[in-house]
Structure formats: structure tokens, C-alpha cells
């Protein structure tokens, strides 16, 4: 498992200046082929709704062939933080994370939500 915090979250131009504060699909790629689990950390976007910001980032991860097979945990606290989870669609202990996950929810229901998009 594989825990990612850059300091803007997940890089969608490729005309970025300086991509070095950003996670590239090339680095989910290298780790989701040697069958890692990635996690990493996105902020929310002040202009958009976290739905509609959530699919965005989905969307972009579905054109380049990565897929969000979990739960994405939604810290409410300020500024909002996003834990986005990425897997191998072959992984066997997707449930033991969503079990984990559905645990930690309950236990933080005043500041921890899950989001399936």
C-alpha cells in the first residue's frame, strides 16, 4: 500500500509549470502495475460542488484507463480533503478495505463521509 500526499493533489494538464507538487498518471501507473494500492490525498475545489469535482477527477482517471474501484473517504473538515483509493481490478481485499473504511465512517460520523461516484 502506497500513501501519496503531494502538496496539489492529482496533475490533469500536462501544461503545468511545476508538476513536481502534483501526482502524474505515470506514477499511479508504476505503482498500480506492480499491484500496489494507491492512496492519495486531493483538496477541494473551491468552485465546484465535491460531487461534481469528484466525477471530474473520476472521469480523467477513466480516460487514462485507471478506474476508482472504492469508497472515496471525505474528510469534512477545513479545507475539505479527499482520500482517493486505487487498486487492481483483480485486488482480493477490496472488502477488507471497505470494511475498514465503513468502521472508520461510523466512528467519525461528524467528520468522515464515503463517496462512491
Known sequence: ????????????????????????????????????????TQFQSYNKTHIIYLKEIKNYLKLNNIEILLPIIRNRTA???????LCDRKMKDKERIISFYEVYERKMPETIELITV
Not at 11 to 25: I, V, W
Not at 79 to 85: G, M
Open 79 to 85: 479545507p475539505n480533503t479527499f482520500f482517493i483509493t
Open 1 to 40: 500500500m502506497i500513501f501519496l500526499d503531494p502538496d496539489n493533489g492529482l496533475l490533469k494538464s500536462k501544461y503545468n509549470k511545476n508538476p513536481s507538487k502534483y501526482l502524474l498518471l505515470d506514477e499511479i501507473d508504476i505503482y498500480l502495475s506492480k499491484r500496489k494500492i494507491v492512496i492519495f
